[in-house]
């Protein structure tokens, strides 16, 4: 079975743009989760979604934002890019019936903004 | 709430000896415990979890980690390191309190050096 997959790898930005980061989850798993990974904050949750709905949410600003579609696939967005968005950017899937269900990472996206 | 803590920033131990990695978990309800390894440049893998029924839990590479309920403690372990399993390790907590969400709440992370 494939893993999880995410795109682009890496991506450069600079203050102010925006940016689209893409998930794909394990085939039949309904709930991706993003996660921020940095030097100083270490891994932070950002938001959950379970079957196209929002189902659980981090202490991030409104600049960070997702969405699910009807096949799992995941996206987030963030909008006016600051240098403190610079980070790893993780999305993990699993079936998402239970709490204490394995979450499956994907490999990460590199954000780099100047 | 929920949250894990690892006390130690680094483990240095030598090849063929027993490793450790700690982690304590504050929990309202139940705990689910997790361990993630992750290795530069690479997402995060998961090495086993504690849910329920026995304390001492088997994992993927040889690891194993004790849960110990009166001390709040889900400790790693490993009863012979090789220098491959030098890495980033983490602790998680799920941030359910008895609904289905798949919030996970990290520790700080311990990096496991192993000298040949």
């Known amino acids: 079975k494939a893993g999880v997959t995410q795109t682009p790898r890496y991506l450069i930005k600079t203050r102010g743009q925006q940016v689209t980061l893409s998930c794909s989850p394990i085939s039949g798993h309904r709930s991706v989760s993003w996660y921020q990974q940095t030097p100083g904050q270490g891994l932070q949750f950002l938001f959950e979604y379970f079957s196209e709905t929002q189902r659980n949410k981090g202490n991030f600003p409104g600049r960070f934002s997702g969405r699910q579609f009807s096949n799992s696939r995941s996206e987030m967005n963030v909008s006016t890019l600051e240098l403190g968005d610079s980070a790893l950017y993780l999305c993990?899937?699993?079936?998402?019936?239970?709490?204490?269900?394995?979450?499956?990472f994907g490999p990460g996206t590199r954000l780099l903004v100047l | 709430a929920q949250s894990v803590a690892q006390p130690e920033d680094q483990v240095n131990v030598a090849e063929g000896n027993p490793l450790t990695v700690k982690c304590t978990y504050s929990v309202s309800g139940n705990p689910y415990l997790f361990w993630y390894v992750q290795y530069p440049n690479r997402g995060l893998q998961f090495l086993l979890k504690?849910?329920?029924?026995?304390?001492l839990v088997k994992g993927s590479y040889g690891f194993e980690a004790e849960f110990n309920k009166s001390q709040t403690s889900f400790h790693l372990k490993k009863p012979s390191a090789l220098v491959s399993d030098s890495a980033l390790y983490f602790c998680?907590?799920?941030?359910?309190?008895?609904?289905?969400?798949?919030?996970?709440?990290f520790g700080t992370g311990t990096l496991l050096a192993v000298q040949p």
């Open positions: 998680a907590v799920s941030g359910s309190t008895g609904g289905a969400t798949n919030k996970l709440i």
């Open positions: 993990a899937s699993s079936t998402g019936l239970a709490g204490f269900e394995t979450q499956y």
């Open positions: 504690y849910i329920t029924g026995d304390n």
